[in-house]
């Protein structure tokens, strides 16, 4: 990877200390290795920490080549394996998590399927993913999204349904579409906003046409700022059908105050309280997103719930807690 790809990604201000990209070449970079190795000895580094299997590798390759023990922690952010790839791959990566000396979940409900797995580490524990939540702040005025909502041909009295999510088949928009196409034949007015792009647009503005859905569903492409798009729907949605583990794009809808509707899959029950700040359903099962969809069309219940939602991401899965849970693991000897 190039060095300067991610680097404006960082607000580098706020850390402490030098940022360098190792530049792997290819899938097991020895120079790589040795190059980051050589970091760990200058920094005289206590702990090395990496995210999900690749950089565990170079981890533990590095702290064999630095001759030194600096503790190897794991955050993992996969649950369910979708491909017999990626299921050959894990069986590779499983003795590298026995080496590690604290391997980080992102939810409990991550943790109980790997456990199962008898996938081990020497330690384990869980760190829920955390937001920016002052990032992700409603500050949006009615005309500012009356005019977005113009622009999709919805009118500012609709009730917009909201999935934020790359367009791929696990992702499973259909659905929603789906639900939506139910709830109107039922002489319900209902509208839906898909932020984001992918793989399956082409499919998916065919399903919009052949359901009768075209003046109804909208698509907004890539957005680099989704937070505008997200503040004018009334509700989010994620009708995934496996992959996510701890959504982010759930913690980002309810941190804006939207009540969201997600397939009971991963940590999905830990976000989302059932009838308090938004509804679960079992994925695949469309009457059932249907009728959440429908409960919430009521405009109280909808903002009750928002307001539920956005207390819950404030209060449990903000930026600085995560943080702290974090500093909280490397200070308090949870790694002796």
């Known amino acids: 990877m190039n060095e300067g790809t991610l680097l404006p990604e960082l607000d580098q201000d706020r850390l402490e200390g030098r940022v360098f990209c190792c530049n792997v070449s290819s899938k097991v970079d020895l120079r790589a290795a040795r190059q980051l190795a050589k970091y760990i000895c200058d920094d005289m580094a206590d702990i090395v920490v990496c995210t999900n299997t690749y950089s565990l590798l170079y981890g533990w390759l590095a702290r064999i080549m630095a001759g030194r023990h600096p503790r190897l922690v794991e955050i993992f952010h996969t649950t369910e394996m979708g491909t017999k790839k990626s299921k050959l791959q894990m069986l590779f990566y499983r003795p590298f998590f026995r080496v590690c000396d604290m ?180 994925r695949g099962d469309i009457e059932a997103l249907a009728d959440a969809l429908h409960q919430l069309m009521e405009s109280k219940k909808c903002c009750q719930m928002g307001d539920r939602a956005r207390s819950m991401v404030t209060q449990r899965f903000s930026l600085a807690t995560m943080v702290n849970s974090f500093d909280q693991l490397c200070q308090a000897g949870a790694l002796t």
Request: proline share 2%.
């Open 103 to 282: 391997l980080v979940y992102v939810c409990e409900a991550q943790k109980k399927y790997w456990r199962s797995r008898m996938l081990r580490a020497k330690h384990d524990a869980v760190i829920h993913n955390g937001i920016d939540v002052e990032h992700y702040v409603d500050h949006y005025t009615s005309e500012e999204k009356n005019l977005l909502r113009q622009s999709y041909g919805f009118s500012e009295l609709d009730y917009v349904v909201g999935l934020c999510a790359s367009m791929r088949p696990e992702k499973a928009h259909g659905d929603l579409l789906k639900a939506i196409a139910n709830l109107r034949v039922a002489g319900l007015d209902i509208k839906c906003l898909f932020i984001g792009d992918g793989s399956e647009r082409l499919r998916i503005e065919e399903a919009i046409k052949t359901m009768g859905l075209a003046q109804h569903v909208k698509i907004t492409g890539f957005l680099a700022d989704a937070r505008p798009a997200m503040a004018t729907c009334n509700v989010m949605a994620l009708v995934s059908h496996h992959v996510e583990t701890f959504s982010l794009a759930a913690l980002e809808a309810m941190a804006l105050g939207k009540p969201m509707i997600m397939s009971e899959i991963g940590g999905a029950a830990e976000q989302v309280i059932h009838g308090e700040n938004g509804y679960l359903y079992k």
